[in-house]
């Protein structure tokens, strides 16, 4: 029954009043398009809005399971260049009220060099969700615990361009109060960035179990089922795929590309499900 409502919903097994070049039916066309190909080709660049240089679209490059995470980390590289931003506007009113020169503004505009950078970061965590591959995921739990040093580092404060705790203390001792709220303001926004950011890599280490491997046996068990309710209705999946074979033929054809480049990076699961259902046959296999 189930295989027939998808039958139904697909549009396959009936038959063409007005006989013609087989062609798939319209809605069914871009579900069946391989996720990796279609983004690549078709989806343009749209980060940054100004300039595009990157495509950032979460809900349709990173899977369903790893979206959430990737947010989250979106959500801290905004909160690590704001803090920069703010270090930026306290460093300044730090120089108009004479604790500080100008050339220590000069150093906190260097400092927004961390903007792209952390991006930089960012994304290397975007491209390992979306490729699935772990040393991408390594590589950016070391630079993202980098990152968190620098973090520490600016809400410590360094005289030459870091409005943090030294800073505090400095204006609070010159005797300048509003100066120290602000730059108090400062400390307390890298603060709540270091802490997020600390949660963030915590809960770092499930994610990348996944990506490791997992829920390897999720994908076999999976794959088992699939396998057993193909034997279960092989005469009918039999059927269908020749009642509709020249649909299925021109549309291979026309996507022979795609489904091999899916079927290559994809090549590692498809292995191992298959390993498993051998391994482990169901109820059916005789």
Same mark, same amino acid.
């Given at each position: 029954? =189930?295989?027939?409502? #998808?039958?139904?919903?697909?549009?396959?097994?009936?038959?063409?009043?007005? %006989?013609? *070049?087989?062609?798939?039916p319209t809605d069914i066309e871009a %579900?069946?398009? *391989?996720?990796?190909?279609?983004?690549?080709?078709?989806? %343009?660049?749209?980060?940054?809005? &100004?300039? %595009?240089?990157?495509?950032?679209?979460?809900? !349709?490059?990173?899977?369903?399971?790893?979206?959430?995470? @990737?947010?989250?980390?979106?959500?801290?590289?905004?909160?690590?260049?704001? +803090?920069?931003? @703010?270090?930026? #506007?306290? =460093?300044?009113?730090?120089?108009?009220?004479?604790?500080? @020169? $100008?050339?220590?503004?000069?150093?906190?505009?260097?400092?927004?060099?961390?903007?792209?950078? +952390?991006?930089?970061?960012?994304?290397?965590?975007?491209?390992? $969700?979306?490729?699935?591959? @772990?040393?991408?995921?390594?590589?950016?739990?070391?630079?993202?615990? &980098?990152?968190?040093?620098?973090?520490?580092?600016?809400?410590?404060?360094?005289?030459?361009?870091?409005?943090?705790?030294?800073?505090?203390?400095?204006?609070?001792?010159?005797?300048?109060?509003?100066?120290?709220?602000v730059l108090a303001v400062s400390l307390?926004?890298?603060?709540?960035?270091?802490?997020?950011?600390?949660?963030?890599?915590?809960?770092?280490?499930?994610?990348?179990?996944?990506?490791?491997?997992? /829920?390897?046996?999720?994908?076999?068990?999976?794959?088992?089922?699939?396998?057993?309710?193909?034997?279960?209705?092989?005469?009918?999946?039999?059927? !269908?795929? /020749?009642? /509709?074979?020249?649909?299925?033929?021109?549309?291979?054809?026309?996507?022979?590309?795609?489904?091999?480049?899916?079927?290559?990076?994809?090549?590692?699961?498809?292995?191992?499900?298959?390993?498993?259902?051998?391994? /482990? *046959?169901? *109820?059916?296999?005789?």
């Open positions: 029954m =189930m295989l027939r409502k #998808i039958d139904r919903n697909l549009g396959f097994g009936q038959q063409a009043v007005d %006989p013609g *070049p087989p062609q798939l %579900p069946l398009l *391989p996720d990796a190909v279609l983004h690549d080709t078709m989806l %343009p660049k749209n980060w940054p809005i &100004c300039i %595009p240089i990157v495509r950032h679209r979460i809900f !349709l490059d990173i899977p369903l399971v790893y979206q959430r995470f @990737t947010k989250m980390a979106y959500i801290g590289w905004y909160l690590h260049s704001s +803090a920069i931003c @703010t270090n930026l #506007i306290a =460093m300044i009113i730090s120089a108009a009220s004479g604790l500080t @020169t $100008f050339v220590n503004v000069l150093w906190a505009i260097l400092m927004l060099l961390g903007i792209p950078v +952390a991006f930089i970061v960012y994304f290397l965590l975007y491209s390992a $969700f979306k490729r699935e591959k @772990t040393w991408m995921m390594v590589l950016w739990f070391f630079c993202y615990s &980098c990152q968190i040093v620098y973090q520490i580092i600016c809400a410590v404060g360094f005289k030459d361009g870091g409005a943090g705790a030294y800073m505090v203390y400095d204006a609070d001792q010159a005797g300048k109060k509003i100066l120290a709220i307390i926004i890298w603060i709540i960035v270091i802490i997020y950011s600390i949660v963030l890599i915590i809960r770092a280490g499930s994610v990348e179990y996944k990506i490791m491997g997992g /829920n390897r046996a999720a994908l076999a068990s999976a794959g088992e089922t699939a396998v057993d309710v193909a034997r279960d209705n092989q005469e009918y999946l039999r059927q !269908l795929a /020749n009642d /509709n074979r020249d649909q299925i033929r021109q549309y291979a054809v026309d996507n022979r590309e795609a489904i091999g480049q899916v079927a290559y990076e994809n090549r590692r699961t498809l292995y191992d499900v298959g390993r498993e259902v051998l391994d /482990n *046959p169901g *109820p059916h296999q005789h």
